[in-house]
């Protein structure tokens, strides 16, 4: 059983940063996907990054790429989304997730929003932080 926990949401004004981490626990093996996924009001979950376990391999969604960074430690007990340059649209509730590498469509395709996280593999989830952005 895999245990994700969520910290650091929060309100920042727009054009600030903030710093999300995930406290990972349980029997996650090389092939895991871990990635991070936000959901507005009104609209569907996205996928925003994904990082993979074993290379620690990034991928963005093209609304954040370039203001966002993934990552994960050195013993890969946390994993981290940096935000910055944050906008307005960025406002919602942020969750990390993560879930076996599988054959078929890979892991990272959640970025491009061409799958939803059920159908990649994405298993569990943490309970979701808020982040606000006012401007």
């Known amino acids: 059983q895999v245990q994700l926990v969520e910290s650091g949401g929060g309100s920042v004004q727009a054009g600030g940063s903030l710093r999300l981490s995930c406290a990972v626990s349980?029997?996650?093996?090389?092939?895991?996907?871990l990635g991070w996924f936000r959901q507005a009001p009104g609209k569907e979950r996205e996928g925003v990054a994904v990082?993979?376990?074993?290379?620690?391999?990034?991928y963005y969604a093209d609304s954040v790429k370039g203001r966002f960074t993934i990552s994960q430690d050195n013993a890969k007990i946390t994993l981290s989304l940096q935000m910055n340059s944050v906008k307005s649209e960025d406002t919602a509730m942020y969750y990390c997730?993560?879930?076996?590498?599988?054959?078929?469509?890979?892991?990272?395709?959640?970025?491009?929003?061409?799958?939803?996280?059920?159908?990649?593999?994405?298993?569990?989830w943490g309970q979701g932080t808020q982040v606000t952005v006012s401007s």
């Open positions: 349980g029997y996650i093996y090389g092939n895991y996907c």
């Open positions: 990082i993979y376990f074993d290379d620690s391999s990034t």
């Open positions: 997730a993560a879930g076996p590498r599988r054959s078929g469509p890979d892991c990272r395709a959640v970025v491009q929003g061409l799958f939803t996280a059920s159908q990649l593999g994405f298993l569990y």
